[in-house]
C-alpha cells in the first residue's frame, strides 16, 4: 500500500500568493519520485499538506484511493516517515536516539536497525563534543552519521511512505556515495517522494517532477530530463 495521488492540488498561504498551481501526480505503491526544484519553488509545502499540517485549497491529496482530509493527522505521521537533511538530535545516546521512532521496539530491533543504516559502530556514543568534570566525552557526528542516525529511527518505525529530503544536501560527494545503500534499504519496497534541489542526487527515481514556481513544468525519467537540458 502506500500510493499517493495529487489531483490538481492548489494552495497559498494566504489568497493573494499561489505556491503550488495545479500539481498533479502519482507515486503508485513501492515506487519512487522525486521532486526536483530551485528553493521556494513550493516542495516544502508539498510535504505539509502530506502531512494536513495545512489542507488544501482546491484539488485533493489521496493515499491508497483515500482522500487524506478524511484521515487523523496522527494516522498520517504514523504512516509516513521522514528522513529529513538535518537531523536534530536529543543529548543522549545514539541507541536511545533511534529508539525514539519506536518506543516499544526490543533492544534487538534497534541494533538491527542501527545496522542496516551502518551506525551500530556509534551506537552507545552521545552525538556531541560534551564537557565532563573529567574531561571531554561523546562523539562529533558528521552531517552523513546524523542521516545515517536518521534512516536507522525510519526503519525503525517501518512506515508504508517515506519522505527524504536532499533539498539542502550539505553532504560532500564521497558522504553522499557512501550513504546511498543505507537510503536504497529505507526506500526499498516503500512508497517514497524525495525533495532535492539537483537532479543528480535522484538517480534512481522512477520518475522526476520539476517543480518550478508552484507548477510542474517537466516530468520524465532522469535519462529523459537530462537529454532536455
Ligand atoms: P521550497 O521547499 O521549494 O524551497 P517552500 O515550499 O518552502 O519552497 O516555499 C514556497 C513559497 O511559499 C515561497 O515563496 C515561500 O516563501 C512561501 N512560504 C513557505 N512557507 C511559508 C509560510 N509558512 N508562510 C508564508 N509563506 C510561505
Ligand atoms: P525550506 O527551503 O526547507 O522550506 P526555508 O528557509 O524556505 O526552508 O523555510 C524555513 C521555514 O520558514 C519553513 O518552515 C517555512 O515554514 C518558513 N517560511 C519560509 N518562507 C516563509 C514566509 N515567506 N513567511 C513565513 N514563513 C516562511
Not at 64 to 71: A, E, F
Not at 199 to 212: G, K, N, P, R
Amino acid at each position: 500500500g502506500g500510493g499517493i495521488e495529487f489531483n490538481n492540488v492548489t494552495f497559498g498561504y494566504s489568497p493573494e500568493k499561489l505556491v503550488l498551481r495545479n500539481v498533479s501526480f502519482n507515486v503508485p505503491a513501492g515506487k519512487t519520485v522525486a521532486i526536483v526544484g530551485p528553493s521556494g519553488a513550493g516542495k516544502s509545502t508539498l510535504m505539509r499538506l502530506l502531512f494536513r499540517f495545512y489542507d488544501v485549497q482546491t484539488g485533493a491529496i489521496l493515499i491508497d484511493g483515500q482522500n487524506i482530509k478524511l484521515v487523523q493527522q496522527q494516522s498520517l505521521r504514523q504512516a509516513i516517515g521522514v528522513v529529513p537533511q538535518d537531523t536534530v538530535l536529543f543529548n543522549n545516546t545514539i541507541f536511545f536516539n533511534i529508539q525514539y521512532a519506536k518506543q516499544e521496539a526490543s533492544d534487538e530491533a534497534v541494533y538491527e536497525a542501527a545496522r542496516l543504516a551502518d551506525i551500530h559502530d556509534r551506537i552507545l556514543g552521545f552525538p556531541d563534543r560534551y564537557e565532563t568534570k573529567v574531561g571531554e566525552r561523546g562523539l562529533r557526528l558528521s552531517g552523513g552519521e546524523k542521516q545515517r542516525v536518521a534512516i536507522a529511527r525510519t526503519l525503525l518505525k517501518a512506515p508504508i511512505i517515506v519522505l527524504l529530503d536532499e533539498a539542502t544536501s550539505a553532504l560532500d560527494t564521497h558522504t553522499e556515495r557512501n550513504i546511498q545503500a543505507a537510503l536504497a534499504r529505507v526506500c526499498a519496497n516503500r512508497t517514497t517522494i524525495i525533495v532535492a534541489h539537483r537532479l543528480s542526487t535522484v538517480i534512481h527515481a522512477d520518475e522526476i517532477l520539476v517543480l518550478q514556481e508552484g507548477s510542474i513544468v517537466e516530468r520524465g525519467s532522469h535519462d529523459q530530463l537530462l537529454q532536455r537540458v
